[in-house]
C-alpha cells in the first residue's frame, strides 16, 4: 500500500520554475536629492503573505507606494504578472491598498462600503449583491451588514475594510499598517484573522509594519529594510535564528551582541571559532558556515531564552560565564534576567515561568551563572 506523501511546505521561492507575480527590477526612487529606495531587487510569489519590515523612514511604505501607483520609480522596473506596471494607472491595477484609517465612509453602511467600488465599476445588482454577502460570511461581519462605521467596533470597521478591499477580487493586496490602531490582544487576535482570510481568498498580500511581532507572526517571507536597501529577505525563522547580519539580529526580537575577535579552531570539520571578547575570560565557543580568518572582528550574537542561568558553574558546558543580577522583567509568562559580568557587559537571559511559584530562584544582586552551548548563537562579520 502506497504510503501518504508528506504535505508540502509553501515555498514557491524555492522552486526556479516558479514565476514570481511581482517583480523589483533595480529599482531606484528619489525624491529631489534624497534617495528613498536604493536599487531594490525583489520577487514577491502567488498567494504570498509578504511582510516589508523596518523603522520608519526604511522605504517601505515607498515600495507599497510604487507598486499601487501612487508613486514613480525614478529607474528600475516594476512589473505585476509578467506586465510592466509603470503605464498603468492606479485605478486600472489589478491592486487594492487597505490604509491605516480604514477610510470608510461614514454615511453609509458596513454593506454599502463594501459595495462601493463594485457599483463603481458598474457591476450587475445581483452580482454585487452575491460578492458583498460573500465578504461579510468571509469576515464574520453579516449581522452588522445594515450598521454604520461609528455603530462598530474598531477591529469590526478593520474587517469591513479589508472585506471592501478584497470584493473586487484583486491579485494583490497592499496593507499599510493595518492593525496599528487596534489595541494589542485584538491586534494579536486580528492577525490570526489576516492570516485565516489570506489562505482562505488565495490573495497575495504585502503588508508594510514597523511591528516584528507582526510580520513575524503573519508573514510566509519577511524583507527587512533600512535606507531605502533590503538587508535580508527570509521566512521568519530563518530571520530570527540565522540574521545575515548585526543589523537584522539586533532589529527583530531581543538579543545579546558581543564584539570581539575571532579564531577559527585548525583541522575542524564542524566550523568551531573561538572568539576573544573580554581580558581575563575566556574565549567564546561558536560554530559557523561563514569563513572567519584569525583575527578578523566577529559579533556573537545570541538570543535571551538560548542561555541557562544557574546557581552553580553547569558541568561541561561550552561556554560559562560568572555575574551579578543587576535587574529584572517580569513579563507573567517569562522572567528575563539583567546579568552584569565582571568585564561590565550586561547580558539578558530568559527563564520560562511554566509553575506559579511563591519567590524567584534568583533576584537582584544575586552571583550566577550563565551558560550556552556552542550552538546557541550565530557569528555574525558585520
Known sequence: ??????????????????????????????????????????????????????????????????????????????????????????????????????????????????????????????????????????????????????QISGGQRQRVALARSLAKAPKLLLLDEPLGALDKKLRQDTQFELMDIQEKTGTTFVIVTHDQEEAMTVASRVAVMDEGRIIQVATPDVIYESPASVYVADFIGDVNIIEGRATPVPDDGEGRVNVAWAEGQPPIRGTTRRRFETGQKAWFAIRPEKIAITQDRPEDAANAVRGKVLDIAYLGNISTYHVELPTGHVVKAQTANTRRIARRAFTWEDEVWLSWTATAGVLLED
Open 1 to 150: 500500500m502506497a504510503q501518504p506523501s508528506p504535505q508540502q511546505v509553501f515555498a514557491p521561492w524555492e522552486d526556479p520554475n516558479e514565476k514570481p507575480l511581482i517583480e523589483f527590477r533595480g529599482v531606484t526612487k528619489r525624491f529631489g536629492d534624497f534617495t528613498a529606495i536604493d536599487d531594490v531587487s525583489l520577487s514577491i510569489f502567488r498567494r504570498e503573505f509578504f511582510a516589508l519590515l523596518g523603522p520608519s523612514g526604511c522605504g517601505k511604505t515607498t515600495l507599497m507606494r510604487m507598486l499601487a501607483g501612487f508613486e514613480a520609480p525614478t529607474e528600475g522596473t516594476i512589473l505585476l504578472d509578467g506586465q510592466d506596471i509603470a503605464p498603468v494607472p492606479p485605478n486600472k491595477r489589478a491592486v487594492n491598498m487597505m490604509f491605516q484609517s480604514y477610510a470608510l465612509f461614514p454615511h453609509l453602511s458596513v454593506w454599502e462600503n463594501i459595495a462601493f467600488g463594485l457599483k463603481r465599476d458598474r457591476m450587475e445588482k445581483d452580482r454585487i449583491a452575491q460578492r458583498v454577502d460573500e465578504m461579510l460570511r468571509l469576515t464574520r461581519l453579516e449581522k452588522f451588514a445594515r450598521r454604520k462605521p461609528h
